[in-house]
């Protein structure tokens, strides 16, 4: 019923859609584990702030939907006071190489949208919606990243790839 609310917002108001999870019906919770690993030429050899921003309201997430990461970066502050209920921000600052392992859990009842906002230096939207699944890795290259998911006791199955912000984002079930 709640998405059905948020597609009549959206054709009323002319925006574009946030790109929603894939959820399989046994899925409880969100993502368990996100990991995020730099690469040794990550953003051309510079450190980057990433932040996987979970929200939990539908208009919201239209709104952030529509950020680029450099307009996120500037506004991050002002949304966290602005929406401190329906926003939970996990932010970093890597160096190249670096690489960080993260427990998570959010329940696929309270997340609306997720999306990793990477500051790459470049011109590009660089915004990537984040696909459910127990595990999910984000790889930072050079000018862009890749995000893989997978869950834990499936058999492996490749789900279509989404092209997005210049990209392709492909959803894995176990590798």
């Given at each position: 019923m709640k998405n059905l609310w948020v597609l009549i917002f959206i054709l009323f108001t002319g925006c574009d859609p946030v790109k929603?999870?894939?959820?399989?019906?046994?899925?409880?919770?969100?993502?368990?584990?996100?990991?995020i690993v730099g690469t040794k030429n990550m953003n051309n050899n510079k450190p980057m702030r990433v932040d996987f921003v979970v929200v939990k309201h539908p208009v919201v997430a239209q709104q952030i939907g529509r950020l680029s990461a450099n307009q996120y970066m500037r506004s991050?502050?002002?949304?966290?006071?602005?929406?401190?209920k329906h926003i939970k921000f996990n932010s970093y600052e890597l160096v190249p190489g670096q690489s960080i392992v993260l427990p998570?859990?959010?329940s696929k009842k309270e997340v609306v949208s997720a999306f990793i906002f990477a500051d790459f230096d470049n011109e590009n939207v660089n915004r990537w919606s984040v696909f459910a699944a127990d595990y999910v890795t984000v790889k930072l290259f050079e000018n862009t990243l890749q995000i893989m998911s997978h869950n834990e006791g499936q058999e492996p199955k490749i789900k279509p790839s989404k092209v997005m912000e210049d990209i392709v984002i492909v959803d894995r079930t176990p590798m």
């Open positions: 929603n999870y894939i959820f399989e019906d046994t899925d409880i919770e969100f993502i368990d584990e996100l990991s991050r502050s002002q949304l966290k006071q602005d929406y401190p998570l859990k959010y």
